[in-house]
C-alpha cells in the first residue's frame, strides 16, 4: 500500500486543547535504512510490526506495509532492534475533515514536535491551523528511523 | 521462540532418493545483521516474513520469530529487500524420528548444498546419514543472510 503523508513541525502548544486523544508511543527499529524500515511499535494496548519503503520522486508517498502483533511478541522483538527506542505521546487532533497526529518526543528527541497528516491524493486540500510551522515532508532527518540514531537532542543549530 | 538448529555440508547426492518432497524457494532479506535479520520468503505456494536474532553462545539456540504472509505481500517485500535473492530448491528428508531439510543452492550460490535438522533440546540424539559431511552449524558465513550479500561462488578457496 502506498501511504501519502506531509510533516510539519508543530510552533506551539495549543494543539493539546483541541486533542481527543493522546496514547505513548515506544518503537524501536530492525532496520533503519530509510529504503527497508521495519519497526516494532507499542502504541498503548496494541502493537504493531511496519515496514516502509522510501519516498517517490515528490517525497510525499511511500510505501507501507503493516501488521498487528502481540504485545509480548513486540517485547521479544524490540530486544533484537538496533539501540535507540523512540519514546513519545502521539496526540490526534481533528481539523476539518482530517485527522493531525502530533507526536512530543521524549528522552533524546525531547524538544521536537511533529504534526502528520493523511491524504488520499497529493493534490488533496487541508486545513493548517495556525501551530503548524516549518513542512518538513521527507526530509529524512525526521524519519523516526534516523531520530532513533542521531536524537534531535545531538543536532548541531547553526 | 528459541529454535535449536544444525546445520551440515552435503557430500552426496543420494539425499534425494529420500527426499519425500521438494520446494523452491526464494527468499530476500529486508536486514541481513546477523543480530536482526529479517527475511522475505516464498516457499511454492505460501509466503512467509521471519525474524531471527544471533546465535547463543553455543551456536546452537537462535531467536526466531515467523507471521505467514500473502504471495502478494511477499512480492512487494520482495522488491524493497537488499540487493542478492537467495534461489534453492528444499528437499525434506525424514531419517529415524527427525526432519532433514536439503537446501540445494542455485545462482550465486551454485554448488553448495546443506542439510540442517532441528531439535528439541540441544543434547537430542539424531542419525547421521553418510551423505552428512562437516558440520557448520552457527558459522555466519553459512546463514543464508550472508550467502545473499557474499555468495558462495564467490568465496575464495585455499
Not at 511478541?73 to 524490540?78: F, G, K, Q, W
Not at 505521546?89 to 485527522?99: A, N, P, Q, T, Y
Request: hydrophobic residues 35%; glycine residues 6%.
Amino acid at each position: 500500500m502506498i501511504e501519502i503523508e506531509r510533516k510539519f513541525l508543530v510552533t506551539q502548544d495549543t494543539f493539546k486543547e483541541l486533542a481527543h486523544s493522546n496514547t505513548r508511543i515506544v518503537q524501536g527499529f530492525l532496520n533503519t535504512n530509510p529504503e527497508r524500515t521495519v519497526r516494532i511499535r507499542i502504541k498503548g494496548n496494541s502493537a504493531f510490526l511496519t515496514i516502509k519503503g522510501i519516498s517517490n520522486e515528490s517525497g510525499l508517498s511511500r510505501f507501507e506495509w503493516e501488521r498487528e502483533i502481540t504485545i509480548e511478541e513486540a517485547e521479544s522483538l524490540l530486544a533484537l532492534c538496533e539501540p535507540g527506542v523512540i519514546d513519545k505521546v502521539r496526540f490526534e487532533v481533528e481539523i476539518g475533515d482530517h485527522l493531525y497526529e502530533v507526536d512530543v518526543f521524549k528522552g533524546a528527541n525531547e524538544g521536537l514536535v511533529v504534526a502528520e497528516i493523511e491524504l488520499k491524493s497529493e493534490d488533496e486540500f487541508f486545513e493548517k491551523p495556525n501551530w503548524i510551522g516549518e513542512e518538513v515532508t521527507g526530509d529524512i532527518k525526521y524519519y523516526n528511523s534516523q531520530l532513533s540514531k542521531k536524537p534531535y537532542t545531538t543536532w548541531a543549530f547553526d
